[in-house]
């Protein structure tokens, strides 16, 4: 590699100094590209040109290739002698290294073999212990599997039953679907009979503006009649005195329209919409038990009630009074929307149950006010058919609320006052 660094600079002289031809394909060789065998082919480049080993020789010095280097290099007098036993000692030399390395190899070789067997022993105690645990969790997932066995039979009886608790909740579903035709088939049978009752009320009116009418010429006749003869000379008899009408003495239910049954939701409409200054009066408990009895009591007041502020709102000629049984101790009701106007809320007083109240009530107000009673109970409605009340059962009422409430054995509707 020296001797190509000495033709490189040759070339860089003035006049540059030409390598030996062999020697140019070496010339762009860095360090890593000298192989073994190239720099055989340098070193007989050097020994076949002399004029270049002597560029060489004095452009180096002999302790840059050693003594043997050196000889081969400037070649004096006996030089092959001497060379000789140099190149015999550095290969001696080279073979105690060499040995030299294959025993530290050797020494390397059966130190890593020792690591290698105390790994293998480490991984021997590890592969045991892995063992151990392998077959503790094989056990561990046999339990496991047992009781995945068991969740999953679990699980089916599970499905089987929720898939018979969803085949019931279908036929229930069906029940309420085929119900709601039912309910369409009503509202619509409803919807009819409000379209005749609104046609008869504009008759009725129609007839009333026409009798009015009438009975004014009438009227202005009879008086033209009167002024014609008093300027005649004759004076009219002297009215009698007006017979008025007898004081009430008992209140009378209201009757219903032809083709109106009682206690129907079509019978409760035409009490709120039709009847003037209706008071209806009701049982609270006695509804709020049909729709809402899973709830607590305060829960049940307040969405009932919500439902009667609505009705108020619908049927704003009519006045609610809700009665509780208990006192005021534990009222959550606050009417104060626009559309509570309508609506009282009274408990029953102490020693008296709401059912007194009740008909206290419907004996406080005048007989000419019509009265509406909503409850179940046979005694309340027995006795408010003796005050002259139009009697509604808690269903219908739901029912005009919007709440249609299953109709269990035992329940009747009940048509007559």
């Not at 860095?30 to 007989?44: D, G």
């Not at 039953?161 to 019931?168: I, K, S």
């Not at 119900?179 to 009752?197: F, Y």
Request: charged share 35%.
């Amino acid at each position: 590699m020296r001797s190509v660094e000495i033709a490189r600079a040759g070339q860089k002289e003035k006049p540059p100094i030409d390598p030996p031809a062999r020697l140019k394909q070496f010339m762009a060789f860095n360090k890593s590209k000298f192989t073994e065998r190239a720099l055989n082919q340098v070193r007989q480049v050097v020994e076949a040109d002399g004029e270049f080993r002597e560029r060489v020789v004095a452009a180096i010095a002999e302790e840059e290739v050693g003594r043997i280097g050196w000889l081969w290099l400037t070649r004096p007098d006996g030089w092959e002698k001497e060379y000789a036993a140099l190149a015999a000692t550095a290969e001696r030399d080279s073979e105690r290294a060499a040995d030299a390395q294959r025993v530290q190899e050797l020494a390397q070789r059966l130190q890593r073999a020792e690591t290698g067997l105390e790994k293998a022993d480490v991984h021997r105690d590890r592969a045991a212990r892995e063992r151990d645990e392998a077959r503790l969790q094989a056990a561990q997932a046999r339990t496991e599997a047992r009781r995945a066995d068991e969740e999953a039979a679990r699980l089916i009886a599970l499905l089987d039953q929720t898939r018979t608790a969803l085949e019931t909740a279908q036929s229930s579903l069906e029940r309420v679907q085929r119900k709601e035709v039912r309910t369409d088939e009503k509202l619509k049978k409803a919807q009819a009979q409000n379209d005749r009752l609104k046609k008869d009320l504009r008759d009725a009116r129609e007839q009333h503006g026409g009798e009015v009418s009438s009975l004014k010429a009438r009227l202005a006749a009879a008086e033209n009649e009167v002024a014609m003869a008093r300027e005649a000379g004759f004076e009219p008899p002297a009215e009698p005195e007006p017979v008025l009408p007898p004081p009430l003495t008992k209140r009378t239910p209201v009757s219903m329209p032809g083709g109106l049954l009682n206690d129907t939701p079509e019978a409760v409409e035409y009490l709120l919409r039709q009847v003037s200054d209706v008071v209806v009066l009701v049982d609270g408990y006695n509804v709020t038990f049909k729709n809402w009895e899973k709830l607590a009591v305060q829960e049940q007041r307040h969405r009932f009630l919500r439902k009667i502020e609505e009705l108020s709102a619908r049927y704003s000629g009519a006045e609610f009074v809700v009665v509780f049984d208990g006192t005021e101790t534990d009222y959550d009701y606050i009417a104060t929307t626009a559309r509570s106007l309508g609506v009282t809320v009274r408990f029953s007083e102490p020693g008296m149950t709401a059912d007194d109240h009740i008909i206290n009530q419907c004996e406080s107000y005048p007989l000419s006010r019509q009265i509406v009673v909503v409850s179940e109970d046979g005694e309340v409605r027995e006795r408010a058919r003796d005050r002259g009340a139009n009697l509604v059962h808690p269903r219908k009422l739901l029912e005009i609320m919007g709440l249609e409430v299953e109709d269990p054995e035992g329940w009747t509707s009940f048509g007559e006052w």
